[in-house]
């Protein structure tokens, strides 16, 4: 495609320039494989938005069984969004993949994270870059909402939005550990009009998520719709003009729902491995979920409403969420904590936490309010960014308390 005369990937500047450059690429990567004499190649696109190319990968008839991914700026071959050499093999001799898995898994070492529990201060983009890789088994998070209120009214513009949450999305794909878990909070947003002569836009922000999650090597396992009471959606003002009118055309549902996304870090593990071969068989069945679990993907939830944050969710929320994707032990990841929920809720269920906010209002409360969290010795806690909380010595002794089972 070009713009004023010059193709897309000229105006990037990338080094793969056109389709055959792409088709070159990808043949050289086949006969390295010794595939080269039974694939054919379909059609390659470039992909502007995230500086790729895409390549079709064929069998003689035709019929497409995977997909070369190249960065546009280096010709790399992007290995995790390829699909893998022997899972080409397999579908071209029309054999059983799950076999490979298995034989993959017989290789890999269950390791546990030795992360103490963290907090800090500061954009978390630049704090997940200094975590060790797979060093966290879980991540749980609500992130700002866009400018659907004056307190988090600091994008200019939606994409500059979405392209902040790729930057979080893909550092904790590095830190989060194979084939785990990270479960999102997300709701559309009403930005209200600015006047009488406008309108008020309703923007979709859990699909524009979802789509970057899957671009960013994860796999989509769920969608669960946190339902609140009837009241709880008024507040946003939408739905009052049809009570009082009923006029068609007018009707807007009042939204008392939000979603929680569920997506798994791409692996070859099955989840089973996960169980079978944890080291701690004694976290493992501590860890069972008792009887009274949610059923169904729709959880009725009321909200929390005696929180110092504005946008907080409630703890049984979080509690949830930990005790479903995550053992007794494991590392729980809050890129954006806010006042701790996530926090709060993981060290009650015996996990360790890793919290980051760059709002030193909300890492105060954080800082006033875990003198009161449970299974918490702050004198192993690190501070990054930020004073130390020392305990007091009624905390010191109530976790000696706990720590002795006495």
């Given at each position: 495609?070009?713009?004023?005369?010059?193709?897309?990937?000229?105006?990037?500047?990338?080094?793969?320039?056109?389709?055959?450059?792409?088709?070159?690429?990808?043949?050289?990567?086949?006969?390295?494989?010794?595939?080269?004499?039974?694939?054919?190649?379909?059609?390659?696109?470039?992909?502007?938005?995230?500086?790729?190319?895409?390549?079709?990968?064929?069998?003689?008839?035709?019929?497409?069984?995977?997909?070369?991914?190249?960065?546009?700026?280096?010709?790399?071959?992007?290995?995790?969004?390829?699909?893998?050499?022997?899972?080409?093999?397999?579908?071209?001799?029309?054999?059983?993949?799950?076999?490979?898995?298995?034989?993959?898994?017989?290789?890999?070492?269950?390791?546990?994270?030795?992360?103490?529990?963290?907090?800090?201060?500061?954009?978390?983009?630049?704090?997940?870059?200094?975590?060790?890789?797979?060093?966290?088994?879980?991540?749980?998070?609500?992130?700002?909402?866009?400018?659907?209120?004056?307190?988090?009214?600091?994008?200019?513009?939606?994409?500059?939005?979405?392209?902040?949450?790729?930057?979080?999305?893909?550092?904790?794909?590095?830190?989060?550990?194979?084939?785990?878990?990270?479960?999102?909070?997300?709701?559309?947003?009403?930005?209200?009009?600015?006047?009488?002569?406008?309108?008020?836009?309703?923007?979709?922000?859990?699909?524009?998520?979802?789509?970057?999650?899957?671009?960013?090597?994860?796999?989509?396992?769920?969608?669960?719709?946190?339902?609140?009471?009837?009241?709880?959606?008024?507040?946003?003002?939408?739905?009052?003009?049809?009570?009082?009118?009923?006029?068609?055309?007018?009707?807007?549902?009042?939204?008392?729902?939000?979603?929680?996304?569920v997506y798994r870090k791409h692996s070859d593990l099955?989840?089973?491995?996960?169980?079978?071969?944890?080291?701690?068989?004694?976290?493992?069945?501590?860890?069972?979920?008792?009887d009274g679990y949610e059923r169904t993907n729709v959880?009725?939830?009321?909200?929390?409403?005696?929180?110092?944050?504005?946008?907080?969710?409630?703890?049984?929320?979080?509690?949830?969420?930990?005790?479903?994707?995550?053992?007794?032990?494991?590392?729980?990841?809050?890129?954006?904590?806010?006042?701790?929920?996530?926090?709060?809720?993981?060290?009650?269920?015996?996990?360790?936490?890793?919290?980051?906010?760059?709002?030193?209002?909300?890492?105060?409360?954080?800082?006033?309010?875990?003198?009161?969290?449970?299974?918490?010795?702050?004198?192993?806690?690190?501070?990054?960014?930020?004073?130390?909380?020392?305990?007091?010595?009624?905390?010191?002794?109530?976790?000696?308390?706990?720590?002795?089972?006495?």
């Amino acid at each position: 495609m070009k713009r004023n005369g010059l193709l897309v990937s000229e105006e990037r500047n990338y080094l793969v320039l056109n389709v055959q450059q792409a088709k070159s690429i990808v043949k050289d990567w086949l006969a390295e494989i010794q595939l080269a004499n039974v694939m054919k190649l379909g059609l390659p696109e470039i992909d502007d938005r995230y500086h790729i190319w895409r390549v079709p990968l064929c069998a003689k008839n035709g019929d497409k069984i995977g997909e070369v991914v190249i960065d546009a700026y280096s010709t790399e071959i992007i290995a995790s969004k390829t699909t893998k050499p022997e899972i080409l093999t397999a579908r071209l001799l029309k054999q059983d993949e799950t076999k490979i898995v298995q034989i993959k898994q017989g290789k890999k070492e269950y390791s546990l994270s030795n992360l103490r529990n963290t907090v800090g201060l500061g954009d978390s983009a630049q704090l997940l870059e200094d975590m060790p890789a797979e060093s966290v088994d879980l991540i749980f998070t609500s992130p700002p909402y866009f400018n659907a209120r004056p307190e988090y009214s600091e994008y200019e513009a939606y994409d500059e939005y979405l392209f902040k949450m790729r930057q979080i999305i893909r550092r904790c794909h590095r830190v989060l550990a194979d084939g785990r878990f990270f479960v999102i909070n997300i709701a559309p947003v009403l930005i209200r009009r600015a006047s009488r002569n406008e309108s008020s836009r309703r923007i979709a922000v859990p699909f524009d998520i979802h789509q970057l999650f899957i671009e960013e090597g994860y796999d989509f396992i769920d969608d669960i719709i946190w339902l609140k009471p009837e009241g709880a959606g008024w507040a946003t003002g939408r739905g009052r003009r049809f009570a009082a009118d009923r006029n068609p055309l007018q009707y807007k549902a009042v939204p008392v729902t939000e979603y929680i996304l569920v997506y798994r870090k791409h692996s070859d593990l099955l989840i089973d491995w996960f169980i079978r071969n944890h080291p701690d068989r004694e976290a493992v069945d501590d860890s069972k979920i008792a009887d009274g679990y949610e059923r169904t993907n729709v959880w009725k939830i009321n909200p929390s409403t005696n929180s110092k944050h504005p946008a907080a969710f409630p703890k049984e929320l979080a509690e949830k969420v930990v005790q479903y994707y995550s053992f007794k032990g494991d590392i729980v990841l809050d890129p954006f904590a806010g006042s701790g929920t996530v926090g709060n809720a993981a060290s009650g269920l015996e996990r360790r936490f890793v919290l980051f906010e760059n709002n030193p209002e909300y890492l105060e409360i954080i800082r006033e309010e875990i003198l009161a969290w449970k299974n918490v010795n702050l004198k192993n806690v690190m501070w990054i960014n930020c004073d130390p909380v020392k305990p007091i010595h009624k905390q010191i002794e109530l976790f000696e308390v706990e720590k002795n089972g006495h």
